[in-house]
């Protein structure tokens, strides 16, 4: 029935969000053991790619790897490597609930993005919501302040900018199969990757390594699961669910850092939170809408 399936999404989603929650602690875990921003990137890519190559032969099977979008992968690679970069860094350079906060102005940048590069009309509305945005990021990174620096801050708002351009790319890949995107992903970056990882190659003890295989597979299970929420409903519907992973920052960077969040943080992130919804409610009612007027033309 069409309501159990977006009960599953609901619930996929959040699962997502709690994989790359405890992916983003993993990550700032592995650098307080010495590991590299490089090395975690490169095993977060490789261990992955068993985790979506099962998926995606226990469902469309491997020959669906098999594209005719290789430019397009590679665009959306190299985007996404780069994003990557700046989300990994802003988890090494912030506190998890604040990284984890910065990354909820993805809406903002996507409608940003949305007006100035695809020049899609963007009401006044959705400007204000997006204005009422940027206060919310004002009132957490309190410039000026030591507990978030302004270079952090920086680096958390440019992940949130280039999450914003994968999505945009990924919508000249939406006839592709979403394991395909996922495996040619990281089979692309990881040879950039390996090659920055060659110049800083460190050895550890056995529990870093596994803390670094840990990255990978719980970062492949979460693209996975995010994937088959994306399926099985539809995304405004599931996006309010991201939000949870406030609380699992929350938890994280208590029990493994002693650190929680500033008082500052609670307040600012639900108006960052608030202008998200706002954006997504307003694109799926103005989806809605374009739909209907489609259907009564016809």
């Known amino acids: 029935m069409p309501g159990d399936r977006i009960l599953t999404g609901l619930a996929l989603r959040l699962l997502a969000i709690f994989f790359l929650s405890t992916m983003s602690a993993l990550v700032k875990l592995a650098e307080t053991r010495g590991a590299s921003l490089p090395e975690t990137m490169f095993y977060r890519q ?41 989300t990994f860094g802003a988890v090494l350079l912030l506190p998890l609930a604040e990284a984890t906060t910065f990354q909820f102005t993805v809406p903002i940048f996507a409608t940003l993005l949305g007006a100035l590069v695809l020049r899609e009309r963007t009401g006044w509305q959705r400007w ?5 945005g940027f206060v919310g990021v004002l009132v957490v990174s309190q410039p000026g302040s030591s507990h ?39 089979t692309l970056t990881l040879p950039f990757i390996a090659t920055a990882y ?18 990978g597979m719980v970062g492949g299970m979460g693209q996975i699961a995010l994937t088959a929420a994306s399926r099985a ?11 949870s992973g406030l609380l699992w920052a929350t938890v994280y960077g208590w029990l493994l850092f002693g650190v929680l969040p500033t008082p500052m943080t609670w ?27 489609m259907v009564e033309e016809d």
Request: aromatic share 10%; glycine share 8%.
């Open 46 to 86: 490789l261990c992955a790619l068993p985790i979506v190559l099962g998926f995606v032969a226990a469902g469309p099977g491997l020959r669906s790897l098999r594209t005719t979008r290789f430019k397009g992968h590679l665009t959306r690679s190299m985007i996404g490597l780069v994003g990557m970069v700046f």
């Open 128 to 132: 204000s919501a997006v204005l009422v």
């Open 148 to 186: 978030v620096p302004l270079f952090g801050a920086f680096v958390g708002l440019m992940a949130a900018l280039f999450v914003a351009l994968v999505a945009i790319a990924l919508r000249q890949l939406r006839d592709e199969p979403a394991g395909t995107t996922v495996f040619w992903f990281s």
């Open 198 to 215: 060659a110049f800083d190659i460190r050895s550890h003890d056995w529990l870093t390594w596994a803390n670094l295989v840990a990255i």
């Open 233 to 243: 409903a539809p995304v405004a519907v599931v996006v309010p669910m991201d939000y």
């Open 267 to 293: 307040v600012g992130a639900p108006i960052i939170i608030a202008s998200g919804l706002f954006i997504v409610w307003r694109e799926h009612r103005l989806g809605r809408q374009k739909v209907r007027a």
